[in-house]
């Protein structure tokens, strides 16, 4: 069974991102994942670098950097504890591209492009590695309408290039993914309906011990009775 520095291990060998990633998470066995997490929660060291890189994110899931692989790629779980909506709020790319593969609930992705117009307002942001902050810097304004989507559930593996425009537009409460991240290679690029008026600001990085070990020790439970480990 994989452990946490043979899980390690195994990211290090993946070299072509969307194939391998893909493929790495879909062999991925639940069980390996979740000896992992309780080595992390048995492990004071361990925790303490899971801590300096997760946190609660502002649209509500929580979010957990599990290993940091020397070549830059991040094997990250999200948690949305509760159901969430967005309508038009959470338009984003990101900094990396990544595979995600959908351990317990649901989720909707919308996919967007970019038309002339005013109806948003257009954020770059960057994330300092080293202070652990990340800032959003005001782009100026721009329109952007749906293209397609995806409805992705249980079981699912989909893959997220960098430079796609997307929105979580619902998730299921309860709802658990595994990611595999690539290197940050650019900004990512946010948008906000223009009338919003709340500015975004900087937000840095970091849990407290008992709020990660609670978050984890939760997670840890879920996958085990979603997946008959008890």
Known sequence: MLQFDQLRLSLEAIRVHERDSLDFLRGLEVSDLVSALEEILNSPKLLSQVAADSY??????????????????WLRIHHWPICIENDYQDIHSHC?????????????????RRRPGARFTEYRYS??????IGESLYHGKTD????????????????VDATLLHQVSRAEAGTITVSLWD???????????????????SAKSGLDMQTLT????????????ANGLI
């Open 96 to 112: 990396a591209s990544f595979a995600s593969r959908l351990l317990t609930g649901a989720l909707s992705h919308k996919h967007y």
């Open 56 to 73: 609660i994110h502002q649209l509500k899931f929580e979010k957990y950097v599990v290993i940091k692989s020397m070549s830059g790629k």
């Open 183 to 201: 290197k940050r290679m650019k900004e990512a690029e946010v948008f906000k309906p223009a009338f919003n008026l709340i500015p975004l600001r």
């Open 144 to 159: 952007l309408m749906s293209s397609d989507g995806d409805n992705l559930c249980a079981g699912d593996v989909y893959y």
């Open 127 to 132: 994330f300092d590695e080293l202070t652990g």
């Open 214 to 225: 609670a978050g984890l020790s939760n997670i840890v439970q879920k996958l085990k009775e």
